[in-house]
């Protein structure tokens, strides 16, 4: 079984920056997306950044700009940059990974793996 470890959550003021970190316990073979959801008290799970396993990036529409995706094959490691935090980003954020095949950040929300989460708390 794979465990994803997430860190670098942590309350911050609106306009400051994160930098999510999330580590695999192994090489997950056949994953075809690694990627971040959010999910805030009552709403729905919401795909914020994707990468496939071409190297192809995708962000939903509300964190472009403003997220960035990257991964370290060699350390397991996935990141989430996160710049000019708002309080509509305050969520547990999670690292997950899925089989499927395309627009990975809308993808990741129906995961095979996920992380325990990294709470983001942004105050105005």
């Known amino acids: 079984q794979v465990q994803l470890v997430e860190s670098g959550g942590g309350s911050v003021q609106a306009g400051g920056s994160l930098r999510l970190s999330c580590t695999a316990s192994?090489?997950?073979?056949?994953?075809?997306?690694m990627g971040w959801f959010r999910q805030a008290p009552g709403k729905e799970r919401e795909g914020v950044a994707g990468i496939r396993s071409d190297g192809i990036t995708s962000y939903a529409d509300s964190v472009k700009g403003r997220f960035t995706i990257s991964e370290d094959n060699a350390k397991n490691t996935l990141y989430l940059q996160i710049d000019s935090l708002k309080p509509e980003d305050t969520a547990m954020y999670y690292c997950a990974a899925t089989w499927a095949w395309g627009d990975c950040a809308r993808l990741i929300v129906d995961y095979n793996y996920r992380g325990q989460g990294t709470q983001v708390t942004v105050s105005s």
């Open positions: 192994r090489v997950i073979y056949g994953r075809n997306c």
